[in-house]
């Protein structure tokens, strides 16, 4: 096994072994990709304060997420198409998940399906709701999510409609990749995951196929979206979904204080502020700058969580320094997942807790606890000042 030492280095494993349309599905933003850039590049405006000569003895990055204990505070976010990145992905993930400690959140548009990863796991794992027009569907997706029982619902709320993401038209992503000459002249490359492939449980979205009917192309995401996802969601319909489920409800995709004050309405147990790594609305806030004026609104009645940006266990200290309860990580944990399967992801999370507790520990802090925005150095007008 090749020495791991960072997030990077899987990285580059990855994008070796991984087909050019899936890693570039992966690593990529909307449009210009300003928003991807700078999710990421914003971490690095805040400075840590060093402490010397406080005692650093009986450490501990353990938190709690939604009133669930977890081995630091970072959950797996829910990436569709994660069943592509490696044979059984999902599962893989959910497994190296489990064994650290953390919660593994599972896509509506994952490969392997919601029985799947209940089937190969021992502990509740959280499953993510994207709405739909056909509400049979969705009532049938969230009794199966009751019935592998799953311990949260996160509901994502800034994808009815897909932001453009280029290489992905050009690419024609989708799941499994069609026998075009391109594709084959790629996969030919990538025998590894070729291999894994062909042992695969599944290889089309396994919570959708065989469970919907009069879709035009199950296999394409983008048609997909299109034809099924609900452009008339509103909170009123949030309200009824989170009836539906009567267990805790996380909701995903808040970037504004006014949006986070309707999901603290409509009674969230969590919020996730993300612009769902810069894949949706170019242009928007990164979501480290976006979070102190949700903490200000709401951060006293609800837990805030953060996703989009985080590389590293330094980017996750930050975020719990400003503030987040709990932070999630999607392109690391798949840079892992791509690169070595399980074992992958489980050196992805051991990169960040080791950077994590060793950062927190040269800031003078033990636990998470006692981790608050004291330990940062954050730039006068970090957040914007906005006209109006
Ligand atoms: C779906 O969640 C995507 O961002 O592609």
């Known amino acids: 096994m090749p020495v791991i030492t960072e997030i990077e280095d899987l990285k580059r494993i990855y994008r070796r072994r991984t087909p050019k349309m899936f890693y570039d599905y992966c690593e990529s933003g909307s449009w210009t990709e300003q928003t991807f850039r700078e999710n990421s590049s914003d971490f690095d405006k805040l400075y840590f304060r060093q402490r010397i000569a406080v005692d650093m003895t009986d450490r501990s990055t353990a938190s709690q997420m939604i009133g669930e204990d977890v081995a630091m505070p970072v959950a797996l976010a829910p990436v569709g198409l994660t069943g592509m990145q490696h044979a059984d992905g999902e599962i893989k993930a959910a497994r190296a998940a489990e064994k650290f400690g953390v919660p593994f959140t599972l896509s509506t548009m994952s490969i392997n399906s919601i029985e799947d990863v209940a089937a190969a796991t021992t502990k509740p794992f959280w499953f993510q709701l994207y709405t739909m027009r056909d509400e049979d569907f969705i009532r049938r997706l969230i009794e199966r999510a ?219 802090r033990r636990s998470i606890a006692e981790v608050s925005r004291d330990i940062l150095l954050v730039p006068e007008g970090f957040e914007g000042r906005w006209q109006g």
């Open 146 to 364: 009751k019935a592998a029982k799953c311990s949260a619902l996160v509901i994502t709320l800034d994808l009815q409609i897909l932001g453009q993401r280029h290489k992905d038209l050009k690419n024609g992503l989708s799941a499994p990749p069609k026998p075009t000459l391109m594709n084959m002249i790629n996969l030919a490359t990538k025998w590894r995951w070729g291999i894994g492939m062909l042992g695969a449980q599944r290889r089309e979205f396994g919570n959708i196929v065989g469970h919907v009917e009069g879709i035009s192309d199950a296999a394409d995401l983008g048609a997909w979206t299109a034809e099924q996802f609900d452009l008339t969601l509103d909170w009123t319909k949030i309200a009824k979904l989170k009836e539906m489920w009567g267990g805790k409800v996380i909701l995903k995709g808040i970037i504004d204080a006014e949006d986070a004050k309707m999901a603290l309405k409509v009674g969230a147990d969590a919020i996730i502020v993300s612009n769902h790594g810069g894949r949706q609305l170019d242009g928007a806030l990164s979501s480290i700058r976006a979070l102190p004026a949700i903490l200000d609104a709401v951060g006293d009645k609800v837990e805030v969580h953060l996703d989009s940006g985080i590389r590293s266990g330094q980017d996750v200290l930050k975020a719990v320094a400003m503030g987040a309860k709990g932070t999630y990580i999607g392109r690391a944990f798949v840079y892992g997942l791509g690169a070595m399967g399980e074992a992958g992801v489980t050196a992805a999370l051991e990169v960040i807790r080791k950077e994590m507790d060793i950062s927190m520990a040269l800031c003078g």
